[in-house]
């Protein structure tokens, strides 16, 4: 099974701080994929990244950046926290062939910025 | 970007009812879906997979697929407490931008 591992289960962190949400996945898919999800929004994509060093913009790329230095690991960074990216961050990996091959999600992170 | 859209309920359910969960899309080129589950608290995980005009089967869960129409949907039979969730739709293949419908809330109550 493929699995995908996200560094933190939850975090609380500080307005202003510097902070690195991580993402592993075993299976060298060659998509990753960060969300956020939030009550009444659904799941809203951040940045996408279909290779290496390669990153996309998603719907609510703003406050945030990543980065893929390795194919198996996706990390995504708030550059300075704030209350309003209180959320649940949902990493998730795909394969890029395969249309049956859906996405797999890690267990997500619970982020509170107080 | 694709749009996939999904009545956030809840869907109100008596156990060993039939539930109908629906989702539309808008982009034609969307060949093939696949339906997520999410427990509350979890993230979503893969029941199926539809791509072909019709039904896909598989235990108490079918998938249907209408392209004509832009929508698929799933049916659960023979539903049990264990199935509330929320259930999420979302196309495949085609763009890397992949779209999730914001999900329905399934309650299925004793």
């Known amino acids: 099974d493929v699995k995908v591992t996200q560094s933190s289960r939850y975090l609380v962190k500080r307005t202003g701080e510097k902070v690195f949400l991580e993402c592993v996945q075993d299976m060298d898919h060659e998509n990753m994929f960060w969300y956020r999800q939030d009550p009444g929004l659904g799941l809203r994509l951040i940045y996408f990244?279909?290779?290496?060093?390669?990153?996309e913009k998603g719907d609510i790329p703003e406050g945030y950046s990543v980065s893929r230095e390795k194919k198996e690991r996706f990390s995504l960074i708030l550059e300075s926290a704030s209350t309003n990216q209180t959320s649940m961050y949902l990493c998730?990996?795909?394969?890029?062939?395969?249309?049956?091959?859906?996405?797999?999600f890690g267990s997500g992170t619970r982020l509170t910025v107080v | 970007q694709k749009e996939v859209e999904q009545n956030s309920g809840p869907l109100s359910v008596p156990e060993g009812a039939i539930a109908s969960l629906n989702c539309t899309y808008s982009d034609r080129g969307s060949q093939s879906f696949f339906w997520y589950r999410q427990y509350s608290g979890k993230s979503p995980e893969l029941i199926m997979f539809i791509y072909s005009n019709g039904d896909k089967e598989d235990g108490r869960f079918t998938a249907q697929l209408n392209k004509a129409s832009q929508y698929v949907s799933l049916l659960i039979r023979d539903s049990q407490p264990s199935d509330s969730a929320t259930y999420l739709c979302a196309p495949s293949g085609g763009s890397y931008i992949p779209t999730f419908g914001r999900g329905t809330s399934l309650i299925v109550h004793p």
């Open positions: 998730a990996s795909k394969r890029s062939f395969g249309a049956n091959y859906g996405y797999t």
């Open positions: 990244s279909y290779d290496v060093k390669m990153k």
